[in-house]
């Protein structure tokens, strides 16, 4: 790329800005929450949204349901291509137009789902995670415009937040509209808001639910509690079995990986505990460095806990209770093996 077509694409870029908040605030007023129902008709909208959107900078876009491994009606998804010449190589630009729930508004400073400049910034449920992809995709098509030297294919999907069920039968049932020489994933984040960074290698996800069953019926706990630990105590104590004294998970099978490329430099703890608002007395788990720890090394988290609520609670030894922990995984590491090596560390 020449110095002069680099400053003709940054003015272009700059030029097309407003365009491309305005997309993003669009966006997030659509309140596309997946666990709200992916099947759901405001997942739809927010799904031809996004194909409407891509095809008014040259994509050939449109909305196509996924079906789940069990057949029934899984996602609205989008996908789209671009052929400029048939000999030129293919990228395939992926994003996904779901957005996580907002379980406490009070916690904002603005309404979650109004999009709100502050300073340099833009708040809303989305406009990041993974709005910004698809803003970052549009924002890219229209600068290059007949300067495009690739064919585009693009997939936007519509459960990433609700962890893909149906991903799978859905390149399955659409090969052609994947096939592709390089992938572009618009969903990771910058080193800093200073340093643009290019995310080459990921953590990978996998889910474990983990059933505890101590009695075939609730007992009285001042008539047998000692002896019988119940359900939730026991399900701490192994989830709290997974880890060693410093915080570090210790499963056997379950692999760790060290830092490369630009991971090598750390990333800077008071700014991890800011972003990530950290209370002032909590230690950081684990040891090495924060970027092996949040971007090489596996970790798992209880995502979910069935116990009975504080309110309403009565003296009883729980009898049986479900978790499910997501584990995320070394990059080098494929997810079904350390699925099977946690499942059976719990066993």
């Given amino acids: 790329m020449t110095a002069v077509f680099s400053d003709e694409l940054r003015a272009r870029v700059e030029a ?4 491309v908040v305005d997309l993003l605030g669009r966006k997030v007023a659509l309140k596309s929450i997946s666990a709200e129902g992916i099947t759901a008709e405001h997942m739809k909208r927010s799904a031809e949204f996004v194909a409407d959107e891509l095809r008014q900078v040259g994509i050939d876009a ?11 009606p ?15 190589p293919t990228v395939l630009l992926y994003a996904h137009h779901d957005v996580q729930p907002v379980p406490d508004p009070s916690a904002w400073d603005t309404d979650p789902f109004v999009a709100t400049e502050v300073g340099t910034r833009l708040y ?4 990041a995670d993974d709005g910004g992809g698809i803003a970052i995709h549009s924002g890219a098509m229209k600068a290059l415009g007949d300067d ?8 936007v999907e519509g459960e990433e937040e609700m962890g893909s069920p149906s991903f799978i039968p859905f390149i399955e049932d659409h090969r052609d509209e994947f096939a592709s020489d390089v992938i572009v994933v618009a969903d990771s984040g910058n080193w800093s ?3 643009p960074s290019l995310t080459t290698s990921l953590r990978g996800n996998t889910c474990v639910d983990v059933n505890v069953k101590v009695l075939h019926h609730p007992v009285h706990s001042g008539q ?10 026991l399900a701490a104590m192994l989830i709290a079995s997974m880890y ?29 505990r800011e972003d990530a608002g950290i209370v002032d007395s909590y230690r950081l788990a684990g040891t090495g460095s924060l970027a092996s720890r949040l971007w090489t090394k596996p970790s798992v988290t209880v995502i979910g806990f069935d116990a009975h609520p504080v309110e309403g609670s009565f003296n009883v030894v729980s009898p049986e209770t479900t978790f499910r922990l997501s584990l995320r995984t070394a990059p080098s590491q494929h997810p079904q093996e350390a699925q099977d090596a946690l499942a059976a560390f719990l066993q």
Avoid: C, H, M
């Fill in 244 to 272: 060693d004294a410093n915080g570090d998970l210790a499963v056997p099978g379950v692999a760790a990986q060290e830092p490369v490329g630009g991971l090598q430099r750390d990333l800077d703890e008071a700014t991890v």
């Fill in 148 to 155: 495009l030297k690739v064919n585009i294919k693009v997939f």
């Fill in 193 to 195: 808001a200073e340093i």
């Fill in 62 to 72: 449109k909305v196509v349901q996924s079906r789940n491994p069990d057949g029934t």
């Fill in 74 to 88: 899984g996602a609205w998804e989008v996908i789209g291509s671009k052929s400029v010449d048939p000999q030129a």
């Fill in 16 to 19: 097309d800005f407003g365009r």
């Fill in 224 to 233: 047998y509690g000692g002896p019988i630990l119940d359900a939730n105590t």
């Fill in 124 to 127: 809303g449920r989305g406009s």
